[in-house]
């Protein structure tokens, strides 16, 4: 899953990037308003972190364009304003949740993860699909009672097509779920960790799950 992190102050920009690293997110970066709109424009993501008082356009400034344009992509503000009218500004601003500096970044974890259930329409952090169980916490993939080892890629691109089971996802929409912008690697890598899922989760089993849909990508679903 794809975070982008909003903060002016290099320090705490850096360590929320660590953390959020740390919890095995893909995460951009960036100091302020017109740089955070560029990778709005130009990326896909799960969650935004956003500081309210920034350099350029305000975090105010930020949410209401990407409303404006239809982008319901959940968002936090990230700030010292810690006012009851500051926190009903930002919510009716169109916000998704409000944390103020100084904050215990296992709460920050913690509300990222909720609006990402709250994106897949889940009440916990297990997927399942047929006999395919997927514990985003724990970070485990079972195919009936068989445990399947993953690397941290394998696990990131099937945690994000069985939080979207069923949708047809383009090679392009994973990758820019994937990979941040300082990923370097070449433009086949979708196509490769695929084949990698295919051997660990379909092969040794005898229904396949991972299915091409010619033209438009991948799709996991039941056949």
Known sequence: MRILVVEDEPNLNKLIVKKLELEHYTVDSCLNGSDALSYIEMAEYDVIVLDIMLPGFSGYDILKII??????TPVIFLTAMDGVDDRVRGLDAG???YLVKPFVFDELIARIKALIRRASNSTNDIYEL?????DCTARTVMRGKT??????????ILEYMIRNKEKVLSRDK??????????????????VYIRYL????????GSKLIHTVRGAGYVLREE
């Open 67 to 72: 409303r404006s344009n239809g982008d319901d």
């Open 147 to 156: 445990e399947i080892s993953l690397s941290a890629k394998e696990f990131s």
């Open 95 to 97: 916000a998704d949740d």
């Open 198 to 205: 295919r051997v660990k989760i379909d092969e040794p089993f």
């Open 130 to 134: 047929a006999d395919l169980t997927v």
């Open 174 to 191: 994973i990758s820019r779920h994937i990979w941040n912008y300082d990923y370097e690697g070449g433009s086949n890598m979708v196509d």
